[in-house]
């Protein structure tokens, strides 16, 4: 498991028992070989945009980018056989580090992703209680409204009926007990991701008294383009942070 790991300060010793924020994006392997291979390096250059989490930097947030949330499924198991175990168990590893080196506050790391990293958030702060808030932009929620496959999952429905249910968050909503931001592209039109997932995943967290904010952007797709839904987007996603991670 890898992950970069970006500090907030030049003084070391102001990087203690932080708040975090941790940025991933899941991915299935069919081996644990496959999955164990470097697709990174070291000295490539950081890309700071409208999309790069290192904005949190300087609000005083450790940002734990990248961080690796294998799903590997070995022989005739497949990946998402075990899709919610494994990625808890990846995001503890990724705290358990985290805590371990000091830089972290374990009551104070947030969780989030953009498409498929939005579908590991909710799903996260479904079946664990390692994060204190969740931010998902753009993501499915209720695999039933992909009942044909998604990512690398090549089984439909209804030759695997119960790895879509565990593995969609609006069936356990009920479950989902802290603060989740959903941003979504009011005109989004990837296949995966109709703005109705995130429509009806805030209906039913609403509807069990979670904690949940939905954002539309008027006109936007999957990713967002205009420089007035970037900077609102933006601004939501720290009040977010600063009301329910630093607790400001």
Do not use: C
């Not at 697709?39 to 409208?50: E, K, L």
């Not at 961080?67 to 590997?72: D, H, N, S, T």
């Amino acid at each position: 498991l890898t992950g970069t790991l970006y500090l907030p300060y030049i003084e070391e010793a102001k990087n203690k028992n932080l708040p975090v924020i941790m940025w991933a994006y899941p991915r299935e392997f069919k081996s644990a070989d496959a999955a164990g291979q470097i697709d990174d390096s070291p000295y490539r250059f950081d890309r700071i945009n409208h999309w790069s989490t290192l904005i949190w930097l300087t609000q005083g947030y450790v940002v734990l980018d990248d961080p690796k949330m294998p799903i590997i499924g070995e022989g005739d198991e497949e990946p998402n056989d075990t899709y919610v175990e494994q990625l808890v168990m990846s995001a503890k590893a990724a705290i358990d580090t985290l805590v371990a080196m000091a830089v972290a506050n374990p009551d104070k790391i947030a969780i989030g992703g953009h498409s498929y990293g939005a579908f590991m958030t909710a799903n996260l702060l479904a079946h664990s209680d390692l994060f204190a808030a969740g931010i998902a932009r753009s993501g499915a929620y209720n695999r039933t409204l992909t009942p044909f496959g998604f990512q690398a999952e090549q089984r439909t429905f209804w030759e695997a009926p119960n790895v879509y249910f565990a593995m969609s968050p609006f069936m356990h909503a009920d479950k989902i007990t802290e603060p989740i931001l959903l941003i979504h592209g009011e005109a989004d039109n990837n296949s995966g991701t109709f703005p109705i997932q995130s429509e009806r995943f805030y209906h039913a967290l609403k509807g069990h008294g979670a904690t949940v904010r939905l954002v539309m952007l008027p006109h936007e797709s999957h990713g967002y383009r205009a420089r007035e839904s970037v900077l609102h987007m933006l601004w939501e996603m720290n009040e977010w942070l600063e009301k329910y991670v630093k607790g400001n």
